[in-house]
């Protein structure tokens, strides 16, 4: 038996109008797809977590943290006292506002800035706080 040679028509390719494709119009395409897997993956993202501990890397003090002091983030925190209130409030991936009650009822305000999941920082005025995990 002789084998019978493919045509276009039985392999559904042709030379000529077959499937082609349109740069112009797939490549927006691939660009309205990354963009909606970026926005998906930032809905799935985890957010910032501040609980736990943390140790003093800097070079600076406030209240009771100084160098090498370990802050730990609970029930309460120990910036002031070990027995301060705290509120986390994220403003997005880089960070956002820590509100510190301290036993005496003084109220203090500081940014947090993310540097990386174990790396913070704490700025109040020229003061800046550098925390790092420690658990």
């Not at 930032?42 to 910032?48: D, E, I, N, R, T």
């Not at 301060?84 to 820590?98: A, K």
């Not at 305000?109 to 700025?123: A, G, M, Q, S």
Request: proline share 4%; glycine share 14%.
């Amino acid at each position: 038996m002789i084998p019978q040679a493919h045509t276009a028509r039985q392999t559904g390719r042709s030379g000529r109008g077959g499937a082609r494709f349109c740069v112009r119009c797939t490549f927006p395409m691939m660009l309205v797809a990354a963009a909606l897997l970026l926005a998906l993956a930032g809905c799935f993202a985890q957010p910032f977590e501040i609980g736990g501990a943390w140790k003093s890397v800097g070079d600076q003090a406030w209240g009771v943290v100084a160098p090498g002091t370990v802050v730990r983030f609970g029930d309460t925190v120990n910036l002031f006292s070990p027995w301060d209130t705290w509120l986390y409030e994220e403003d997005g991936p880089g960070g956002g506002e820590l509100t510190v009650t301290g036993l005496l009822g003084g109220t203090y305000t500081f940014d947090v800035n993310v540097i990386d999941n174990d790396h913070i920082e704490l700025v109040r005025d020229s003061y800046t706080l550098e925390l790092e995990r420690s658990e």
